[in-house]
């Protein structure tokens, strides 16, 4: 399964869904996302799903069965969206809480054995300052979410993104 994570509106997202492929899992932003609160609770009450139980609560093992995790998001300053942020603190059962030393670093140690393809699309005016950072951003989510492949991209116009995303 492929895990698409975006803030596009339906319009825009109705532009590029045809060329995902029957089975991606579409996370879109219902206006109804909680935020995480810090309590630790995936990893230690519930492992493995958020304590606060609505629509986002199960992403840790939405991406635990995904081969695949695309991120489309507007940059902020060499970030994500707030939305795609909030989806991605909502995902944090996703590792566990123990940490293992990988590429010198340390990190997260998995909860999934298996490792995901990790493809970001940033979109709107970037800077290269914002540019630089993002990349560095993904990369370190890369090794966090023990990623194989890594694709980072910045588009300016959303419609470059149609028929890129497969």
């Known amino acids: 399964m492929k895990l698409l994570i975006h803030d596009l509106d339906q319009e825009e997202l ?4 045809p060329g995902l492929g ?4 579409i996370v879109t932003n219902n206006g109804k996302i909680r935020h995480c609160i810090g309590c630790f609770g995936c990893w230690v009450k ?3 799903a958020c304590v606060i ?16 995790l695309i991120i489309v998001s507007q940059c902020f300053y060499g970030g994500y969206s707030p939305f795609v942020k909030n989806v991605l603190d909502r995902s944090i059962s996703y590792i566990h809480p123990y940490f293992v ?5 340390m990190h997260h140690r998995p ?16 800077t290269e300052k914002e540019r630089q950072t993002a990349e560095k951003l993904v990369r370190a989510n890369a090794i966090n979410l023990n990623c194989q ?3 980072v991209s910045f588009i300016r116009e959303l419609a470059e993104l149609e028929g890129q995303l497969k």
């Open 46 to 48: 519930t492992p493995g």
């Open 149 to 151: 492949r890594v694709k």
């Open 14 to 17: 109705g532009k590029i869904r």
């Open 22 to 25: 029957g089975d991606t899992k």
């Open 101 to 105: 030393i990988r590429n010198g670093e």
């Open 53 to 68: 139980r609505d629509e986002y609560g199960d992403m840790g093992a939405d991406l635990g069965h995904s081969s695949e």
């Open 111 to 126: 909860r999934y054995e298996q490792s995901l393809d990790f493809s970001v699309w940033f979109y709107g005016e970037i």
